[in-house]
């Protein structure tokens, strides 16, 4: 849905950095410290998202593999 969307221009300082909205640190939950995950793509740009939520899905897709492989050895 268009609301479930967040969109903000950011400008990079001088020396590379960017700051985040404070409100797209309330929306998305970002406090000083955590960690994001660059992704960049040539043709798509980039994105920043959360490196837990990838953490946790390469964890469960550890676990699902291991489920599959342990149930076709059985």
Known sequence: AASDVYKRQ?????????????RARKVFNIKS???LLLIGDIDQGLALMDAQFFVQA?????GDHRAAHDNTEN
């Not at 950011?10 to 404070?22: F, K, N, Y």
């Not at 390469?58 to 550890?62: D, G, I, M, S």
Request: proline content about 5%; overall charge negative; hydrophobic content about 40%.
């Open 10 to 22: 950011v400008v990079i300082d001088q020396d590379g950095r960017l700051t985040l909205p404070v």
């Open 58 to 62: 390469a964890r469960h897709v550890e």
């Open 33 to 35: 410290g955590d960690e």
